[in-house]
């Protein structure tokens, strides 16, 4: 079954600091990975995409990396700031219509 | 931002009652898609088109049903709601289906 698992569910750091969120994947085939930021009560916007020849993708303070061997990618997030408390959704596609697999998310909150 | 309306943005509703959607968008993408988000869960695509009058089911298309007849819009309709249709609901829309997604600002439904 096509899957897409996100750790952790949550997340608190404080302002300032580095943290990195992690997705797993078994969606098959593959055809690229998203990451995705959704602000509360707002619609998700697209924070990086990323094909299965690339392994890492920078968008300012955020950084995906990808390893399609082991159907893993991360989202790191540098410096944090008040504004990025968020949920981020990594979402990984076959390539298709309808197999655009969303992971649940992890609901960051940077706290001063 | 990409130009996507959804109205209306919040709705509550008694069961049984029919409900419409409907998105907006100017950005004259072809491909359309409803989602709907709820805690614990991605967001699962419920239809989606790829083109005028030209659409498809996805994941959890039971009771709702859906219309394009224009390039810019795409309503979806709960033809007799249920609790259980109580939810977040998202438009995207898309260039291509490799392309990356813009999401609305959402619909808040309530089936009483």
């Known amino acids: 079954k096509n899957q897409v698992e996100q750790s952790p569910q949550s997340l608190i750091i404080l302002e300032g600091k580095n943290c990195t969120l992690q997705?797993?994947?078994?969606?098959?085939?593959?055809?690229?990975l998203r990451w995705y930021k959704q602000d509360t009560g707002r619609g998700p916007v697209s924070l990086t995409i990323?094909?299965?020849?690339?392994n890492t993708k920078s968008n300012g303070r955020y950084t995906a990396t990808l390893d399609a061997d082991t159907k893993q990618s991360s989202l790191h997030i540098t410096a944090s700031q008040l504004s990025d408390s968020a949920s981020y959704i990594c979402?990984?596609?076959?390539?298709?219509?309808?197999?655009?697999?969303f992971g649940p998310g992890t609901s960051l909150s940077v706290i001063p | 931002d990409a130009g996507i309306t959804q109205s209306p943005r919040h709705k509550v509703t008694e069961t049984g009652t029919p409900v419409t959607l409907r998105c907006h968008q100017t950005?004259?993408?072809?491909?359309m898609y409803w989602y709907r988000q709820d805690p614990g869960h991605g967001l699962r695509l419920i239809h989606y088109?790829?083109?005028?009058?030209?659409?498809d089911k996805g994941e959890v298309s039971d009771g709702y049903s859906v219309s394009r007849s224009k390039t810019e819009d795409f309503l979806l309709t709960l033809e007799s709601a249920t609790s259980s249709q109580t939810s977040v609901y998202f438009c995207?829309?898309?260039?291509?289906?490799?392309?990356?997604?813009?999401f609305g600002e959402g619909s808040r439904l309530t089936v009483l």
């Open positions: 995207a829309i898309s260039e291509s289906k490799f392309r990356e997604l813009f």
């Open positions: 997705c797993n994947y078994t969606v098959s085939p593959f055809s690229n």
């Open positions: 990323m094909t299965f020849s690339e």
């Open positions: 979402v990984v596609s076959d390539g298709s219509y309808d197999k655009v697999i």
């Open positions: 950005e004259n993408h072809r491909y």
């Open positions: 088109s790829y083109g005028v009058k030209d659409t």
